[in-house]
């Protein structure tokens, strides 16, 4: 499913290249856009995919949540009155490594719990830094509205890691203590990763700023995190295994604000 997906958005975007290298030639000027500069600042909220498990044997699992981040930087718009332009930048980013929601029964761990035991635990990784090459399309709604379409790429910083949860309990007298969960996981060896990234917005060109709103989806060519997940040392079930993996994909809802030009005096 993943491959079928990645398909189609590399699909859209070489359509978008092909049919801006066809109108290159009679590109559209938008005389409203010429006073804001090619430069832009960039933040807004993502909301990451959760995270996938591939159970191996055992009947023990746990929830995954989708989790929340943050997108900052700055954009360079080459050609930001022009119908077609191409964007690059640089954005920095708070990267997941997990957001769980795990359950014990009381019966499998010491009887001094009387009542079913249940906790959340998350983790966020370092910060990675990426580089966005995008196409994107730009149509004038009214005089100072645009509506824009975009597609492209991105490459991502992001160093290889390792990550862990350990959930762990102990009798009443702190005699015995037994490890119950564990969760063992460690992001690509390789420095950096590749994406494909697809959207829209809305532009409003104002008196000194053009103010930009932004959905856009990223798709990783790989996971940002993998590794596996345990139950073992339960008083009556049995052990349980299975794979994590953890693609980074999400949606984002993004805002740019491009200054607009010195007046020459």
């Known amino acids: 499913m993943k491959s079928s997906l990645l398909k189609i958005m590399v699909g ?3 359509t978008i290249i092909i049919t801006s290298g ?3 030639q009679a590109d559209t000027e938008y005389y409203t856009l010429k006073k804001y500069r090619k430069w832009g600042i960039i933040a807004g909220p993502i909301l990451y995919n959760r995270a996938k498990l591939e159970p191996q044997y055992g009947d023990y699992t746990f929830e995954n949540k989708p989790m929340w981040g943050f997108n900052a930087g700055f954009e360079y718009d080459f050609y930001p009155d ?8 640089l954005v920095v980013a708070l990267e997941p490594v997990y957001n769980v929601h ?14 079913n035991l249940e906790n959340n635990a998350k983790m966020y ?3 990675s830094f990426s580089a966005p090459l995008l196409v994107r399309l730009n149509i004038q709604v009214n005089k100072k509205t645009f509506v824009n379409f975009l597609s492209g790429f991105k490459v991502m910083f992001f160093p290889p890691g390792e990550a862990g949860l350990s959930v762990s309990f102990s009798n009443e007298d702190n005699s015995e ?3 119950v969960f564990g969760l063992n996981l460690h992001s690509p060896d390789n420095l950096f990763h590749g994406s494909f990234v697809i959207g829209s ?13 932004n959905f856009i989806y990223v798709m990783n060519f790989q996971n940002t995190m993998e590794g596996e997940y345990q139950f073992g040392n339960l008083l009556i079930s049995p052990p ?3 794979d994590y993996e953890l693609s980074g994909n999400y949606l984002g809802f993004l805002f740019t604000v491009s200054l607009a030009k010195r007046k020459d005096k």
């Open 12 to 14: 859209i975007f070489f």
């Open 22 to 24: 066809v109108y290159a």
């Open 82 to 89: 022009r119908k077609w332009s191409f964007i690059t930048g």
């Open 102 to 115: 795990y359950r014990f029964n009381k019966n499998d761990i010491y009887s001094i719990f009387v009542d």
């Open 125 to 127: 990784a370092m910060t």
């Open 177 to 179: 203590t037994r490890e």
């Open 201 to 213: 917005g809305v532009s409003f060109a104002m008196k000194k700023v053009l103010f930009k709103t």
């Open 240 to 242: 349980t295994r299975g």
